[in-house]
């Protein structure tokens, strides 16, 4: 998996800055949408990186084998019921669908959530990993 130069919070914009134009034809959305998904793939590692080295969380995370995150994250994104719905869509729903700002919405919360998870799982599993004597 490549990693690119990425600071942890362009990430978000890279979510957020999902903009498929509504003249878009239903392949170029759905390569748009796949785009979108190998982006975050592929910046998974530099994010987690970054976290890594995190006042606070530099700890925790690296208490954690480093592959684990993205995979997490692939794994997550790869069995989304979403994903594999927009997937079987003909032309007309995904022209459909990319007219509409409450789906461009939906869309990067759902990816938001499965990459926040993914984040929350490790902090937690190395938290535990670290806890110390009490």
């Not at 869509?89 to 007219?99: M, Q, S, T």
């Not at 990816?111 to 490790?122: G, H, K, Q, R």
Request: aromatic share 4%; with cysteine; hydrophobic share 45%.
């Amino acid at each position: 998996m490549p990693v690119r130069k990425m600071t942890t919070l362009a990430v978000l914009p890279l979510l957020f800055g999902i903009a498929m134009p509504s003249t878009a034809a239903a392949s170029e959305a759905r390569e748009g949408v796949a785009m979108m998904l190998d982006a975050i793939n592929s910046q998974c590692g530099s994010m987690s990186a970054q976290l890594r080295n995190a006042p606070g969380l530099g700890a925790t995370l690296s208490s954690r084998p480093e592959n684990l995150l993205c995979d997490c994250v692939q794994k997550r994104i790869e069995t989304m019921p979403l994903v594999k719905e927009i997937q079987g869509f003909d032309d007309a729903k995904i022209n459909a669908l990319i007219e509409k700002q409450g789906f461009k919405d939906y869309l990067v919360a759902k990816l938001s959530a499965t990459m926040f998870t993914c984040v929350t799982d490790e902090l937690n599993a190395g938290a535990d990993a670290i806890r110390p004597e009490m």
